[in-house]
């Protein structure tokens, strides 16, 4: 059974940092893409950074670009978004990604992925 976990969330200061994980079980995800999408209060889920599966290409969402950092570690099977100068309207569920084949790309469109985990709630505060 495949499983991807996600933790490092929780409670921090505006301008302050949070780094979270997500460990997939089950199968290996070192030839896919991997992602992480955020859903907001009373809004819908978005996509925040994705990774290929070489860690050659990454991409941002316009409001996160040069705070957050994609990562992954294929031995670890796990995937990172380390994030800095967290602002309130980050607040939200972050959520982890793997998309199901091998792709030498990545997607921005949640439909593209396959795995999902059950999302670690990052709050931050004013």
């Known amino acids: 059974q495949v499983q991807l976990v996600e933790s490092g969330g929780g409670l921090v200061q505006a301008g302050g940092s949070l780094r979270l994980s997500c460990a997939a079980s089950?199968?290996?995800?070192?030839?896919?893409?991997m992602a992480w999408f955020r859903r907001a209060p009373g809004k819908e889920r978005e996509f925040v950074a994705a990774?290929?599966?070489?860690?050659?290409?990454?991409a941002y969402a316009h409001s996160v670009k040069g705070r957050f950092t994609i990562s992954r570690d294929d031995p670890k099977n796990t995937v990172y978004l380390q994030m800095n100068s967290l602002k309130p309207e980050d607040t939200a569920v972050y959520y982890c990604?793997?998309?199901?084949?091998?792709?030498?790309?990545?997607?921005?469109?949640?439909?593209?992925?396959?795995?999902w985990g059950q999302g670690t709630q990052v709050t931050v505060s004013s």
């Open positions: 990604a793997a998309e199901g084949k091998y792709s030498g790309s990545y997607s921005v469109i949640s439909g593209e992925y396959d795995y």
């Open positions: 089950g199968r290996t995800f070192s030839r896919n893409a």
């Open positions: 990774i290929t599966w070489s860690g050659g290409i990454t």
